[in-house]
Each structure stands twice: as structure tokens, then as C-alpha cells.
């Protein structure tokens, strides 16, 4: 098994999708846990530290992590991250548009 030190690095490296199947998996309540709007290594800490009270909690929490679940998971959010990236680029030039026509609008009056 790990030791708490690679747990935690693993933890940390995990993207947030990855993270919350994490959770889901080994039953944590996420009402425990720092928000997903906190730093990473804060919900790392916090999860290693709940898993530490039960007799083989870090030894589940290993077993999790090397899951193959999890490493798909990882994989799908890219199509998440681009997805957001596009909409973000879109969003961009149609506020463009919008400030170029209100322009030409406010030129012609």
C-alpha cells in the first residue's frame, strides 16, 4: 500500500470529475469535505484524514485510485474541458459581434 505522502500527491493530481467518483466509490459524504471550490490538496487532506479513522481506510482509499474507473474518467473530462473551451470561444466572438454592431448601430444614428 501507499504511504498517506503518495496518497495524497495522487489525490491532488486527480481532476475534479475524478475526484467526486473518488468520493462517490469509497462513500464519503461530500458534506465533510471541503467544497469543490477549495484548493485541491485541502480535499485531499480531508479525505486521507476521514479514511484514517477506519481500520482499512487507506488501503481502500489505494484500491480505489488504481481502479480503472478512474483513470476513464479522467479521459472523458477532456471532452468536458474542450467543450467548455469552445463555448467560452464562441461566447467571446459573439460578444464581439454584439460591441461591433451596437457600434455600427450608434455610428449610423
Do not use: C, H, W
Amino acid at each position: 500500500m501507499d504511504g498517506r505522502g503518495e496518497l495524497l500527491q495522487r489525490l491532488k493530481r486527480l481532476n475534479p470529475a475524478q475526484f467526486e467518483e473518488v468520493l462517490f466509490r469509497l462513500g464519503i459524504d461530500p458534506a465533510i469535505i471541503p467544497s469543490p471550490f477549495a484548493e485541491q490538496s485541502l480535499r485531499a487532506i480531508r479525505v486521507i484524514q476521514r479514511l484514517e479513522q477506519e481500520p482499512e481506510g487507506l488501503e481502500r482509499l489505494n484500491q480505489t485510485l488504481a481502479e480503472s474507473a478512474i483513470s476513464i474518467i479522467g479521459e472523458q473530462y477532456i471532452g468536458y474541458e474542450i467543450e467548455a473551451q469552445v463555448k467560452g470561444i464562441v461566447n467571446e466572438y459573439l460578444q464581439q459581434y454584439a460591441e461591433a454592431l451596437a457600434a455600427i448601430v450608434g455610428v449610423e444614428e
